[in-house]
């Protein structure tokens, strides 16, 4: 999925819509506020691995809003077309607030100072100047991204339990594939490794917390499982 023509990923079991369809969503637009989604400010471009198969890299799109100057909400796709694949949800948090978490919470996020310094991370079409001051927000920030549709291996519907997902890192197997890098690059016309120099400067968290990127100290990831459950059918008495 990741870096390909879009137009080749799995494309979605159903019929095509109809004009009475398209009518419909015109209208619902014109009628509907639609204000969570009016809110999506940003669109950064950057890569994901999967936490339980480190081998399977993909192109994500994030789009982005802002609930506050340390909290970002992402919705994932697996391109910038007006087809693309809805993949799942990001929140990025400031160093700030993830400090404050749980340590055990702290294992499910990743970094994200890597990935910026090394301008594998980019804003599509905004000149480098511009977005600057967004880089050096999320070089200090942290990651939780769920991934619901696995496009990269041909699901044509969302299929199973949500994965987590990784950041890149410098080392084995955090790093990006070379051909996933070019392909991207080459869309956007670009040069990732021209960003190395002008974002040299670019304020570094003082410290990675050893909890986040929790394959990195461990060599394990997290990957979820779905077992039956007793459903809760009365609220607890107060």
């Known amino acids: 999925m990741a870096s390909a023509d879009k137009s080749a990923g799995p494309t979605p079991p159903g019929q095509s819509m109809s004009v009475g369809q398209h009518m419909l969503d015109k209208g619902a637009m014109m009628l509907q506020s639609l204000k969570p989604v009016k809110q999506f400010s940003q669109h950064v471009c950057s890569f994901?691995?999967?936490s339980h198969d480190m081998s399977r890299q993909i192109e994500t799109h994030h789009y982005c809003s802002r609930l506050n100057q340390d909290f970002l909400q992402c919705a994932v796709y697996d391109s910038d077309d007006a087809n693309a694949r809805l993949?799942?949800?990001?929140?990025?948090?400031?160093?700030?607030?993830?400090?404050?978490?749980?340590?055990?919470?702290?294992?499910?996020?990743?970094?994200?100072?890597?990935?910026?310094?090394?301008?594998?991370?980019?804003?599509p079409r905004?000149?480098?100047?511009?977005?600057?001051?967004?880089?050096?927000?999320?070089?200090?920030?942290?990651?939780?991204f769920w991934c619901t549709w696995q496009a990269d291996r041909g699901d044509r519907v969302p299929l199973g339990a949500p994965a987590l997902m990784m950041s890149p890192q410098g080392v084995r197997p955090g790093l990006v594939r070379p051909d996933l890098v070019h392909q991207r690059d080459a869309k956007y016309h670009v040069a990732s490794d021209s960003y190395k120099t002008s974002r040299l400067e670019i304020p570094e968290p003082e410290m990675i917390s050893p909890f986040a990127d929790y394959w990195k100290q461990h060599g394990k990831g997290f990957a979820i499982d779905i077992v039956d459950t007793e459903m809760i059918l009365r609220a607890p008495f107060p």
């Open 48 to 50: 994901a691995i999967y």
């Open 126 to 144: 905004v000149p480098e100047m511009i977005a600057m001051p967004e880089l050096e927000n999320l070089a200090k920030s942290y990651g939780k």
């Open 87 to 123: 993949l799942g949800v990001e929140y990025i948090i400031s160093d700030r607030i993830f400090e404050d978490l749980p340590d055990e919470e702290k294992k499910l996020w990743h970094s994200h100072a890597y990935e910026v310094k090394l301008g594998l991370l980019i804003s």
